[in-house]
């Protein structure tokens, strides 16, 4: 496992955005007062504050990929304001995982991986860096599948030029591609076919999921199938969080349209969000299960 060089320092994550308007500084100050009202009960008494919330994304060379999720992780904020939410990375970026757990102590944390699917992350990596800490942590599901993540793919897609209405001729003709990253683990498989399940029937048009590495098929091998029973049409659904090697050299194969990552669209907080409430309510012993709402 890998890491930047230690002389670049870890992003100031309770740096805020300048105010430049008297409308921002009367939202923020309402923000920050309803999150402390929101320790306080009815009788006066001062609440637990929340667990904190540790979004764990993958890292990447990429600079792109860490502009995106920081610009995720402010949406989230502004969601839930009072809600303590921190980065850590599994490699190749910092904060790592391991810093951004230490630096919590022995307090209670959930962390909800940015990633779209079961897989050797979620089950082992992930949790085995909470053990290495003394932070009580507890560690949600996988963002996908859901219906958010369909919904956020149809959205890069129709941005892309994908039609939401066709002929029948058109629709004959037309196809999805959704890259994935790729995994060893089986479950991830069955994750990202599920995925593609829902968007097809979202589309009403096949969609078929390849891979950008490990898994088969690969993206240049599914459009070649396609093409082959006569669906020459072919769009590429980027199933991936953030920008990278592997959403580029997706949506170079694509013979026709590529939508862009995941991204920062609203629902992936909403989402984020969404994983953190339930692994709030799941007792601290369950293990991350495959969940679509």
């Not at 919590?104 to 979620?122: F, K, M, N, W």
């Not at 956020?152 to 959704?178: F, H, P």
């Not at 994750?191 to 088969?216: F, I, M, N």
């Amino acid at each position: 496992m890998t890491a930047t060089s230690k002389s670049e320092a870890p992003r100031d994550e309770s740096k805020t955005v300048p105010l430049d308007s008297t409308a921002h500084l009367m939202n923020r100050i309402s923000s920050q007062l309803a999150s402390q009202l929101s320790l306080v009960s009815l009788d006066g008494r001062r609440r637990a504050a929340p667990p904190a919330l540790v979004v764990v994304a993958h890292g990447s060379r990429d600079p792109r990929a860490l502009s995106t999720v920081r610009t995720l992780l402010d949406k989230v904020r502004d969601l839930r304001p009072g809600l303590p939410v921190h980065l850590g990375h599994i490699e190749l970026n910092e904060p790592l995982l391991t810093d951004t757990l230490a630096s919590l102590g022995d307090s209670e944390a959930i962390l909800v991986p940015l990633l779209l699917s079961r897989g050797y992350h979620v089950k082992r990596d992930i949790p085995e860096m909470a053990a290495a800490t003394r932070v009580r942590a507890r560690v949600a599901a996988p963002l996908g599948p859901h219906p958010l993540l369909v919904e956020t793919l149809y959205s890069r897609l129709v941005e892309a030029g994908w039609r939401t209405r066709m002929d029948e001729a058109t629709r004959r003709q037309s196809a999805v591609v959704l890259a994935a990253a790729g995994s060893r683990d089986p479950a991830s498989k069955v994750d990202t076919g599920r995925t593609a399940h829902l968007l097809s029937e979202r589309l009403g048009v096949p969609v078929v999921p390849a891979y950008a590495t490990t898994a088969a098929p690969t993206v240049p091998d599914a459009i070649r199938a396609l093409a082959a029973s006569g669906r020459t049409r072919v769009a590429v659904a980027s199933y991936f969080t953030a920008p990278g090697r592997f959403a580029t050299e997706s949506a170079e194969a694509a013979p026709w349209i590529a939508s862009a990552p995941l991204g920062t669209h609203p629902a992936m907080a909403s989402l984020i969000l969404h994983r953190y409430d339930q692994a709030l309510a799941t007792p601290a012993s369950a293990e991350p299960a495959l969940a679509s709402a």
